[in-house]
């Protein structure tokens, strides 16, 4: 679903930039044939509004969205990671001296 | 006729069934806000696609600001459509999406309607 949005996206940025050259391409016709300049052509707006809206398909389907209740997300956690306090955890116990005696046995 | 302590039992069971009703549902702000930005970062190029399509069809003044409107109501339409029926899942308030990031995306759309006006129609 993502790759097809992307590819949409990629779609509408290619027609954008081909009307662009299709307006320069027309208006530098009716330079050349001495016509006056009465508007964009009919298919170049359809081809806009085309682009805009595989553009704007491709951007929304692409972006993801977030549940914000807050059942949801503490649904999904254990107790013991709410247990876990890393604040409370002491380094300074007997193990040293235990492993010591140990080595020495 | 109840027993005086069958009548406050009862009273306490209403009044709990009450609360319970009215208990709000928990939301994340974290996500609240995330949700929002991911909005303005669609309709951020989106916006400046558009001001580019304004710019290429040489919409001029007021009608250039409509064709805004008519955009938004693009992205807006199409945000609804991918979320059926989970926007209440995403926004505390659905209906927001409709009219709260209205001005969001104006000042990036001015400016490339401007850019490609002045590279089509005037240079």
């Known amino acids: 679903m993502k790759g097809v949005a992307k590819l949409s996206g990629i779609i509408g940025i290619g027609l954008f930039l081909h009307t662009i050259y299709s307006v320069l391409q027309h208006r530098k016709y009716l330079r050349l044939t001495d016509q006056p300049f009465e508007g964009v052509p009919l298919d170049i707006i359809v081809e806009c509004i085309i682009s805009l809206l595989l553009f704007s398909w491709g951007i929304i389907n692409s972006q993801n969205l977030i549940p914000i209740k807050a059942s949801t997300h503490l649904a999904k956690k254990s107790y013991d990671s709410f247990d876990n306090r890393p604040n409370f955890t002491t380094f300074n116990n007997r193990g040293k001296y235990i492993n010591e005696i140990i080595k020495n046995n | ?123």
């Open chain 2, 1 to 123: 006729m109840l027993h005086p302590q069958q009548m406050q039992e009862q009273q306490q069971q209403q009044q709990n069934a009450q609360n319970a009703a009215t208990i709000p549902e928990h939301y994340e702000m974290e996500y609240i806000q995330r949700n929002n930005k991911t909005i303005q970062l669609c309709q951020i190029p989106i916006s400046i696609l558009g001001g580019g399509i304004a710019g290429v069809i040489g919409f001029s003044g007021l009608s250039g600001f409509l064709f805004y409107f008519f955009v938004y109501i693009i992205f807006c339409s199409l945000f609804a459509l991918k979320e059926k029926k989970n926007l209440h899942l995403y926004f505390p308030n659905p209906r927001s999406i409709w009219f709260d990031s209205v001005g969001g995306g104006l000042m990036s759309y001015i400016l490339f309607w401007t850019f490609l006006y002045n590279i089509i129609h005037i240079y």
